[in-house]
């Protein structure tokens, strides 16, 4: 079985990578803000799938073949670049329409916040590289199923907890009142992030 100094060591360090702000934890803080804790909660479940997924891929060598086919990770560096600057488009030119108030038509529904949460995360390689990085240098590579399959609850466990904890805090009502009452600035500028993020990811 793996090790409790294994464990803690990735647990800390992948716990600062998800609690940085970035995309995901952008959106989460619009989602929660705009349409409440329920559509903030099914997003944020998608972005915890999409990191399983990518920490998965990590733990069968995906990163390595990034490394062999630089192509590769730079032609799906590209796609998710796009559609980052995609969605920061769309955010940034709807900012003055109207709220999409939770059980409207056009609010955004628990399946589709949750496609949406992992399409973001797997539009994204980068985390496979960080993955990799991560398992590499803190997990054996004798390390059975069993203990990989706890580093993986781990990724898990701090995906969901700190997108729900930050969901938490941007639903509330006081927040709430507050985007709405700047939702055009606001929204403006988490385009403006959002399309920023796409950019940094296309150069870096």
Do not use: C, D
């Amino acid at each position: 079985m793996i090790s409790a100094a294994v464990l803690l060591p990735v647990f800390l360090t992948h716990l600062a990578a998800a609690i940085s702000p970035g995309p995901a934890v952008l959106m989460t803080v619009r989602l929660a803000a705009s349409q409440g804790m329920r559509t903030a909660a099914a997003y944020a479940a998608g972005v915890m799938i999409g990191a399983v997924i990518w920490a998965a891929a990590a733990l069968l060598g995906l990163s390595v073949l990034f490394q062999i086919l630089p192509g590769l990770f730079v032609a799906m560096k590209l796609i998710g670049a796009a559609f980052l600057v995609y969605v920061g488009f769309m955010t940034w030119r709807h900012a003055s329409a109207p709220l999409a108030m939770q059980g409207t038509a056009a609010a955004m529904s628990v399946p589709r916040a949750l496609r949406f949460g992992l399409v973001l995360q797997l539009t994204n390689p980068k985390p496979a590289v960080f993955f990799g990085a991560v398992f590499v240098t803190l997990v054996p590579p004798e390390t059975p199923l069993a203990g990989l399959a706890l580093v993986l609850a781990i990724v898990a466990l701090n995906e969901l907890a700190s997108n729900l904890l930050v969901a938490r805090i941007f639903s509330l009502p006081r927040a709430r009142s507050v985007y709405m009452r700047l939702k055009t600035r606001v929204e403006r500028v988490f385009g403006t992030l959002l399309a920023g993020f796409g950019v940094k990811l296309a150069l870096s």
